[in-house]
């Protein structure tokens, strides 16, 4: 059984860096194709996605957020650490991660998703 | 970052049908021909409905999705109460935009 849970602060101040923790189970980041996201929600508006780290390490970013967005994961203690950096009060939003699954046209898809932790930037 | 355009709001009487839209590019649903929809209930975290043309164990064989050059569609036949929920889009994109979600949208049941 997969699961994914999302941990770090629930408050930032401005120009703060963020650090949010996936923690999961029920599957290894050591296994070709797997991969784990990182995907927002502002309050009342769409999902966005952010980043994407894969098994071996190759990691993919938002256009849009990429000069501030790092991804890394720690294998051996099944986590995903997303930071992001210069945090700004439109950063306020819950944030997911959600597990990455190979689908057989070449694409993929999010299978199972952690149930989010609120950031809200403010002074 | 560009999304996919669903319509914001879609409704039905109990029993019809109803289709959203996801419209999208040439670099996105447009080359790959696979969208991945999810639902997601208030306050809580959005969950897989259909990968490409599947449905997870437990999904109701009434949602269908296809695709169709640059737009896929949902369908929810046999609309019920309990569909009513945000439903949203997603896509494996080329080039610099890996994943790409649509705008979301809200069906409601009369």
């Known amino acids: 059984q997969i699961t994914l849970k999302e941990s770090g602060p629930t408050l930032v101040k401005p120009t703060q860096t963020l650090t949010l923790t996936c923690s999961f189970s029920g599957f290894s980041l050591s296994t070709r194709e797997v991969g784990v996201a990182w995907i927002r929600q502002p309050p009342g508006k769409a999902l966005e996605w952010l980043a994407l780290i894969y098994w071996d390490d190759d990691k993919r970013y938002s256009p849009s957020l990429r000069t501030r967005l790092t991804i890394t994961k720690d294998s051996s203690r099944d986590q995903v650490v997303l930071t992001m950096t210069n945090m700004d009060p439109t950063d306020t939003a819950t944030y997911f991660c959600a597990h990455r699954r190979a689908a057989w046209t070449g694409t993929f898809y999010f299978d199972h998703w952690g149930q989010g932790t609120r950031v809200t930037v403010a002074s | 970052q560009p999304a996919l355009t669903q319509p914001a709001s879609v409704s039905g009487s109990p029993g019809q049908s109803i289709t959203i839209s996801c419209t999208g590019t040439?670099?996105?649903?447009?080359?790959?021909?696979?969208v991945s929809w999810y639902r997601q209930d208030a306050d809580a975290a959005p969950k897989l409905l259909i990968s490409d043309v599947n449905r997870p164990s437990g999904v109701s064989d009434r949602f269908a999705s296809s695709t169709s050059g640059n737009t896929a569609s949902l369908t929810i036949s046999g609309l019920q109460a309990d569909d009513e929920a945000e439903y949203f889009c997603?896509?494996?994109?080329?080039?610099?935009?890996?994943?790409?979600f649509g705008t979301g949208t809200r069906v409601t049941v009369l």
């Open positions: 040439d670099s996105d649903i447009g080359i790959f021909n696979s």
């Open positions: 997603g896509s494996y994109g080329s080039g610099t935009t890996h994943y790409v």
